[in-house]
């Protein structure tokens, strides 16, 4: 018996991506000033890792009525709260920003006096839990966070310290690999990655905490490696054609690679769809962020890397004396 | 490529017998593994042939299995007073010894202790004495360097002496207080039966605990955050109090709070002595116990305390003493007898929990400075359940996605990739065990990124396989280039995934530090299987049917 193998991409792919550069350029401009505006205008939503406060999950015996919850904290003394729905309706979040000493000390039933900061969030998340019992019979408490507001704060600096240390360690690794012109290429494809992606979490409202900082860490593995991949056929193929122009060898290599970048992307999204739709409510999130990663990633590889290489000229002279 | 060196073959085959072993004991249940008694705190033995093989499991994060991370911030700022008081009080007595020089009281003005001296001819003599309470700063190791604890100045005016505390000399204090303090929150963790607390240093001035299981972090705080300290005072019962705690103290009195007495309706403040008769680490073995109906926490006193305890009682029949506690009376009972007997009982509206912690807490000792919780992250059992389960689920079913897309993708060489990617997944299994790597729910997620990025090196290789082949190269000689060309864009598309997983590692809080790891060890055994191994099965593959064409 013999099956017929699936051909994801045509054998003999000859895309011309090099003509649609300058359409990806605009595209990609685009992209990045909408990520920008959405980031300064909309925000993020920062959850408590880098704002600070604290985050309470709980699961009801009856469905939970959110508007209770609500009211239930405005009586306690807690106004800016965040109360929703998780993944079903005897599961609810409640999320509150950092509250100064003051105003903990204000709430009614609080005996506290002469606290600091960091205290007065335990303090919250102690009233809310006593306000919680008392309304809910056999609540469960699945999740209790507190971040105090130097925690928050230091978590904000090596959250995006990691960031540009990754985008600088991968800079040097493909400075010492290829030439710097890719080191350029790939590095810009990168930071269009990771602009794209807080754009996304700007528009899409998703919780921004430490998960994510490793989501968009991931991504830029995962982009790197699909630009390496492009790349190191590109100078293949450099030192093969020697006369041919250099948009001509740019599209060879991209056609011959085109199967494999699809093919691995597929996989990855296969599997990270899985995760999104069966990893839970904790998962989802960073699934999310992973798929469109892994999308924009595809993407940017192909479109924004290889031809950034038209514009950061290749050398091609000096390849007879590398081939070893 | 057909040909592999039978050493190369043994190692191959070692590595994933290895991985396999350390990964088995996932799948077996606890009961066949380890004896079942086991003291309590204790991590239980293994028995019959698990004494010789590999028999940790997956070491689960507190996300997975439910549990308590709270870091606490020790309170420098404190030490730092109370060395300075410490300080002003040694001035003052440098200064009193015979032949005295005279000074007005030392006092502490910022982070530094002034003295002015009343006769400026002394300040030569005052300033040798003083130097004899500098000493050479030890550091924790023991050793001695250049340091000095103590910076002595003269004063601008000829007459006033300042001292303060040099960095060095607060740096080893800081390190001695988190590492004491480290001591004393293991020593009452333990004291409750937990299994397996870890408690870390964390930067300069912070503690790590993480207490599996115990979804009430409230009690980790009371118990780790409580100074406990413990000390009697005589009780000076003719100091006028007003309401809100507001006195004319005589010298060497103070006034503390004493929220218990609103019960039988007297002043919730009293007036005590400043010293101390008796303080928490004169007490021993201090339990819970019940007495009259009532729970009490009972101690005995060590020789010292039975001494000072039976002298101040005999001398003050009829008075009363208070028990403080951290700057609060808890009970202040009247003296009807001296008590000589070296052993005594506390009263003071416990609960059974509330009382038996205190008397956890006396016999572990006091801290040595405040703790304050800056960071908690709790997980109920529950959730951590729920977590595991939609992760294997998900684990599951994306793995068998991919091999679907792989086999549609490549028949026979799909088979291949299958068999390696099973393969890495057993030793991602077996690496995280044998390490004792912690698995977080972003560990899995990071498993499950791995399974689908784990093929990419055999898509690789496969593509440049079949282009090979269609340029007209023979099978053999086809899979053998494809396998060379492959190999650098494989190394560098790893080695760039691998920087991120450690800078990752590195910045490393938590849960996404156990990403990093997944991450990683996933790199390492997927550029294993899906090269090395994959190359082996297929140079097998074709010495067995030496196929003329390539299906694929």
């Known amino acids: ?228 991949v492009v790349y190191d056929r590109i100078r293949e193929k450099f030192r093969k054609f020697k006369t041919l122009p250099t948009e001509e060898v740019l599209n060879k290599a991209i056609n011959k690679t085109l199967s494999r970048t699809v093919l691995t992307s597929g996989t990855t999204l296969v599997a990270l769809i899985a995760m999104a739709l069966i990893g839970g409510a904790a998962l989802q999130g960073f699934a999310l962020a992973l798929i469109w990663g892994v999308v924009i990633g595809t993407y940017s590889s192909v479109f924004v890397a290889a031809p950034l290489l038209t514009l950061t000229g290749v050398k091609r002279t000096s390849d007879e004396d590398e081939e070893a | 490529m057909l040909y592999f060196a039978p050493w190369k073959i043994a190692l191959i085959v070692g590595a994933i017998v290895v991985g396999v072993l350390f990964s088995v004991p996932n799948f077996v249940p606890e009961s066949v593994r380890l004896e079942q008694t086991s003291s309590e705190g204790e991590a239980p033995e293994p028995k019959g042939i698990w004494t010789i093989l590999p028999h940790q499991t997956v070491n689960l994060g507190l996300d997975l299995r439910g549990g308590s991370h709270i870091v606490f911030e020790v309170d420098m700022e404190e030490v730092r007073e109370e060395r300075l008081t410490n300080l002003a009080e040694d001035v003052r007595n440098t200064l009193r010894t015979s032949p005295p020089i005279f000074s007005a009281r030392p006092a502490v003005v910022g982070e530094e202790v002034v003295v002015r001296l009343s006769d400026a001819e002394d300040m030569d003599a005052a300033m040798a004495r003083l130097r004899d309470l500098n000493e050479p700063v030890t550091t924790t190791g023991g050793g001695q360097g250049m340091a000095q604890t103590l910076d002595i100045s003269r004063g601008e005016d000829g007459q006033t002496i300042r001292l303060s505390v040099t960095d060095a000399a607060f740096e080893a204090i800081q390190q001695r207080t988190v590492s004491q303090s480290i001591n004393v929150i293991r020593r009452r963790i333990d004291s409750t039966g937990t299994t397996e607390p870890t408690i870390a240093r964390q930067g300069d001035d912070r503690v790590l605990v993480q207490v599996p299981g115990e979804s009430n972090p409230q009690r980790i705080i009371d118990l780790v955050g409580t100074a406990a300290r413990l000390t009697f005072h005589m009780v000076e019962s003719d100091v006028d109090i007003g309401p809100a705690g507001e006195a004319r103290t005589p010298p060497g009195v103070m006034v503390l709070p004493y929220p218990g007495a609103a019960e039988f309706g007297a002043s919730p403040y009293i007036a005590v002595q400043r010293r101390a008769l008796i303080t928490g680490d004169q007490l021993v073995d201090s339990s819970q116990q019940f007495q009259d109906g009532q729970v009490v926490v ?227 055994t997927s550029v294993f299987t899906a090269f090395t191994f994959s190359r082996l099965l297929i140079a097998v593959w074709l010495r067995r049917s030496r196929p003329k064409t390539l299906a694929m």
Request: charged share 15%; hydrophobic share 50%; proline share 3%.
């Open chain 2, 298 to 524: 009972a101690f005995r006193f060590n020789t010292s305390g039975a001494t000072a305890f039976g002298e101040a009682t005999s001398q003050n029949v009829g008075r009363r003493f208070a028990v403080v506690l951290d700057g609060e009376v808890i009970s202040a009972p009247r003296i009807n007898s001296p008590i000589l007997g070296g052993s005594g009982i506390i009263e003071g509206g416990f609960t059974v929990q509330s009382a038996s912690d205190l008397a956890n807490m006396l016999n572990a000792g006091a801290l040595p400075a405040s703790l304050t919780p800056v960071e908690l992250r709790t997980v109920g059992p529950g959730l951590g359940q729920d977590s595991i389960e939609a992760g294997q689920t998900a684990v599951l079913i994306g793995f068998a996605l991919v091999i679907l897309f792989m086999l549609a993708a490549y028949g026979s060489f799909g088979v291949v990739s299958t068999v390696a990617l099973l393969v890495n997944v057993v030793l991602i299994l077996g690496a995280l065990s044998g390490l004792q790597a912690t698995l977080t729910l972003p560990g899995i997620g990071g498993i499950i990124l791995t399974i689908g990025m784990a093929v990419d090196a055999n898509v690789l290789i496969f593509e440049r396989i079949r282009e090979e082949y269609r340029n007209g190269r023979t099978v053999v000689n086809a899979v053998e280039i494809g396998y060379d060309r492959a190999f650098a864009a494989i190394l560098d598309a790893n080695v760039t995934t691998f920087i991120a997983a450690s800078v990752l590692y590195m910045m490393g809080a938590g849960p996404v530090r156990g990403f990093a790891v997944t991450l990683g060890i996933g790199i390492l």
């Open chain 1, 1 to 228: 018996m013999k099956l017929a193998l699936v051909r994801f991409i045509p054998t003999e792919s000859s895309f011309d991506f090099i003509r649609l550069r300058w359409a990806a350029f605009a595209v990609s401009a685009a992209l990045m000033l909408g990520s920008l505006a959405a980031f300064f205008v909309v925000g993020l939503n920062f959850g408590i890792d880098f704002r600070g406060g604290t985050l309470i999950e709980v699961q009801t015996q009856e469905p939970a009525d959110l508007g209770t919850i609500r009211s239930t904290m405005e009586e306690i003394g807690i106004s800016a709260v965040n109360v929703q729905s998780f993944g079903s309706d005897t599961e609810v979040l409640i999320t509150v920003g950092t509250m100064s000493p003051e105003a903990v000390m204000a709430m009614p039933g609080v005996e506290e006096t002469g606290i600091d900061e960091e205290q007065a969030q335990q303090v919250v998340r102690s009233q809310i839990q006593a306000a919680l019992s008392d309304q809910f019979e056999g609540i469960e408490y699945r999740r209790l966070e507190v971040v105090g507001p130097q925690v928050s704060g230091e978590l904000v600096v090596a959250g995006t310290t990691a960031v540009i240390a990754a985008l600088f360690l991968m800079l040097l690794y493909i400075w010492f690999r290829f030439e710097w012109q890719y080191s350029v290429g790939a590095v810009l494809a990168l930071i269009h990655d990771v602009i794209a992606t807080i754009g996304f979490f700007a528009v899409t409202q998703l919780e921004f905490n430490l998960s994510t900082i490793a989501a968009i860490l991931t991504i830029v593995g995962y982009s790197m490696n699909d630009t390496v």
